[in-house]
């Protein structure tokens, strides 16, 4: 019993840090930071964001349209966020919406499919266990962000800091994700491993 008091003391915590004044902002940052990314990489390659769509099993043709409208979504998500209009329905809304995006990526992982989700407009990352990882995540804090009252106080030098934070920490998630391929790549820098050299 104590492993579980211990993990719920710390869930309880991390739930007190986001939700604390500060936190929440930083939170709220993380989200549209993340929303703005995905949006403009869905507006400046629809065509792909529609194939992953259609992989998904979400449409039947591809239509780069769909692609289009699903990046200015996120990015009118992103601007609801950062501005505090309708954070009372925005916030829900974009839970929902994650947590719907975790069920896709979930049945896609237990059907066996691999395929590029476009998930952050990187046309090579494909479906895994670290990107229901990291939707389930982002699901968890959008829910914790619904779940308690509106702490948005307008736009001032702490909320500018709150963003400042907010965009040093998600540089610092997205280069940590980048150690293994590095890794992977100073093993064969020049993918010259298999090559045989004729003498």
């Known amino acids: ?72 979504l996120e990015l009118l998500l992103a601007l609801s966020l950062i501005s505090g209009m309708l954070r009372v329905v925005v916030l829900p809304f ?6 719907f995006f975790v069920l896709l990526i979930a049945r896609s992982l237990w059907l066996g499919k691999d395929f590029s989700c476009f998930c952050f407009g990187d046309a090579d990352s494909r479906l895994s266990r670290l990107t229901l990882v990291r939707t389930t995540a982002l699901a968890l804090l959008a829910s914790a962000l619904a779940l308690v009252p509106l702490r948005y106080a307008g736009f001032d030098q702490v909320y500018l800091l709150q963003a400042i934070s907010a965009a040093a920490l998600v540089g610092a998630i997205v280069l940590a994700s980048r150690i293994p391929k590095l890794l992977r790549w100073n093993k064969a820098p020049y993918g010259l491993e298999n090559t045989e050299v004729n003498r």
């Open 1 to 72: 019993m104590n492993g579980f008091g211990s993990a719920i003391a710390l869930l309880t915590q991390v739930f007190d840090l986001v939700t604390a004044p500060a936190g929440y902002g930083i939170a709220i940052w993380v989200l549209a930071i993340v929303f703005v990314w995905s949006g403009l990489a869905k507006l400046r390659r629809p065509a792909l964001a529609a194939m992953a769509m259609n992989d998904f099993g979400i449409v039947r043709r591809i239509r780069p349209r769909l692609g289009s409208a699903l990046g200015a």
């Open 94 to 99: 974009t839970a929902g919406l994650l947590w």
